[in-house]
């Protein structure tokens, strides 16, 4: 704001409340103040003057009372003196009692009130947010671009950590190690020692790339053999000196809006890890590969979508019970979620369920005669005009 507008009493006026229903500035006829004004302003004056103990003969000067009386008091002191005041009476102090230097001081003082307070609600609300989300990490495309240099390593919105995969917990300021594997997000225990944890980081870096680098088809074999040796080659006995957890997660996103992650297994429990991925896979029973929302229904009907969704349910909520978690509160927590994303989920539906069907009459059927794959029948369905336009 330009340092002439600040020195003007309208902006003074709007700041402390007056608005524009005041009217406009007295004629030259009005110019002197009411008696009732000055009255008020002298009685304040008068409060003010034997709290401080202030020279009465600078305060009770006839006219030039409230000029003393702002020339020696805050702008805080000055403000809650004016907010006493009608929305009239203000607007005449501030444009006679006062001069350009004391109105310029004043309006700085109410905006740095005013970003003080933005600040203190910012602050406030990120707090709120980073200890409800403290165990959220990058993404995985922002995590290899900060390993690759490609960024620099920054604070990430949702933790406070300032390295990708440590996570910092707040409450109690310890640290914890986490990275993806496949099918397994992997997690140290926690330290209050950083130096520590990342030490616990490149070890399940290590697993990590280990278990990519060999592949979906020995991903049982591969992480077994990974989680035993690369702990001690990094220096540790094994798993359990890190307090090596594994969380298994699985697609779920068009049921519940996001994946299905089991409890946590410890490494000892990693035979019981891979049991569960294996049963929620089957359970899954539906296309694998690159889907989403959208373009599952050119594989699956929505009630095979249905049935896969029951069965992978049945078996969570299973292996939730045998790893001593509540049963109830489990199924309870999948019904909120569910019920979350029932709106879109039905929208999906109904808007691509339909078209599916179709296709899937005529996946088989080409006009020249011949066979054509699943994986022609997205393609072959857009070219078609007859069955876009519903006349097929």
Not at 355 to 365: F, L, P, Q, Y
Request: contains cysteine; hydrophobic residues 30%; aromatic residues 6%.
């Amino acid at each position: 704001m330009p340092r002439s507008d600040l020195m003007r009493p309208s902006i003074l006026t709007t700041m402390m409340g007056c608005g524009t229903e005041c009217g406009a500035r007295e004629t030259a006829g009005e110019q002197s103040r009411p008696q009732s004004i000055r009255k008020r302003i002298h009685s304040g004056m008068d409060v003010r003057a034997s709290s401080l103990k202030k020279r009465s003969s600078v305060i009770g000067i006839p006219g030039r009372g409230f000029r003393g009386f702002a020339s020696q008091c805050s702008e805080a002191e000055l403000y809650s003196q004016l907010a006493r005041l009608a929305p009239d009476q203000r607007r005449r102090v501030l444009e006679h009692c006062l001069s350009e230097r004391q109105r310029l001081a004043l309006e700085v003082w109410i905006l740095r009130q005013r970003a003080s307070s933005v600040v203190k609600a910012r602050g406030s609300h990120r707090k709120l947010r980073d200890t409800r989300c403290w165990n959220r990490t990058l993404s995985k495309v922002t995590q290899t671009r900060c390993m690759s240099g490609a960024l620099p390593l920054r604070r990430s919105k949702r933790t406070r950590s300032d390295i990708p995969g440590v996570h910092c917990r707040i409450a109690g300021r310890s640290y914890r190690a986490v990275v993806t594997a496949a099918p397994f997000r992997i997690m140290s225990s926690y330290s209050s020692s950083l130096p520590k944890v990342l030490r616990f980081h490149e070890v399940l870096l290590a697993v990590a790339r280990r278990v990519r680098r060999e592949g979906a088809e020995k991903l049982e074999s591969s992480i077994k053999r990974a989680v035993q040796e690369e702990p001690q080659r990094h220096g540790f006995l094994s798993a359990n000196d890190i307090g090596l957890t594994l969380e298994v997660t699985i697609s779920a996103r068009f049921w519940i809006g996001q994946g299905l992650i089991t409890p946590r297994f410890s490494s000892s429990q990693l035979d019981a890890a891979l049991r569960a991925w294996r049963r929620l896979r089957e359970a899954r029973g539906i296309c694998r590969g690159c889907t989403n929302g959208y373009t599952l229904f050119w594989h699956d009907t929505p009630t095979e979508l249905e049935t896969a969704w029951a069965r992978m349910r049945g078996v969570y909520l299973d292996i939730c019970s045998e790893l001593g978690r509540s049963r109830r509160h489990a199924a309870s927590r999948l019904n909120a979620l569910e019920e979350k994303h029932r709106s879109c989920k039905e929208r999906i539906t109904e808007r691509y369920g339909s078209k599916s069907e179709m296709s899937r009459v005529t996946s088989c059927v080409h006009p020249e005669g011949k066979d054509i794959g699943t994986s022609e029948c997205f393609h072959y369905f857009k070219e078609c005009t007859g069955l876009r336009s519903g006349t097929g």
